[in-house]
């Protein structure tokens, strides 16, 4: 019994990254011309919330590193993508909010792998995908956890 579990979870998360790579090739690719995938990511995560984050949250929500998280930031704000401005409650922090302009880049960067995405979507079938998800949520939590 051990060995079957063994082998599902190896073939498990044989497939999750092996999709992760081809999903991360293909969407860098439909993106539009100078957008990261980092970017795109970061944006479309900052589109969702209502409240601002910090540095700190934002690196600990995408297990990265400080520096490579502020490398990301610092191109987005650059570009105007983004707010990074002082947390008035405590000086020593800084909090992140999306701009408008970054609201718009983020519409722009969908539109372009929508078409793509859908394609996938249409040739698995809508309903194994939506079966998908609460267990790659559910995934992400556990991972999430350690």
Request: proline share 5%; with cysteine.
């Amino acid at each position: 019994m051990a060995e079957n579990k063994n082998q599902i979870a190896v073939t498990l998360f044989g497939e999750l990254f092996m999709a992760d790579q081809l999903a991360r090739n293909r969407l860098s690719k439909a993106l539009p011309k100078g957008m990261e995938l980092s970017h795109f990511t970061m944006l479309n995560h900052l589109y969702q919330l209502t409240e601002p984050r910090t540095p700190a949250q934002l690196a600990k929500s995408f297990a990265l590193t400080r520096g490579a998280l502020t490398n990301t930031l610092a191109k987005l704000e650059w570009a105007g993508h983004i707010h990074i401005s002082p947390d008035w409650d405590d000086a020593r922090r800084k909090q992140v909010v999306i701009s408008p302009a970054g609201r718009r880049a983020r519409d722009t960067a969908l539109d372009s792998v929508a078409p793509m995405i859908l394609a996938i979507i249409d040739r698995v079938g809508s309903d194994k995908v939506r079966d998908a998800i609460p267990v790659l949520r559910e995934l992400r939590r556990c991972l999430a956890e350690d």
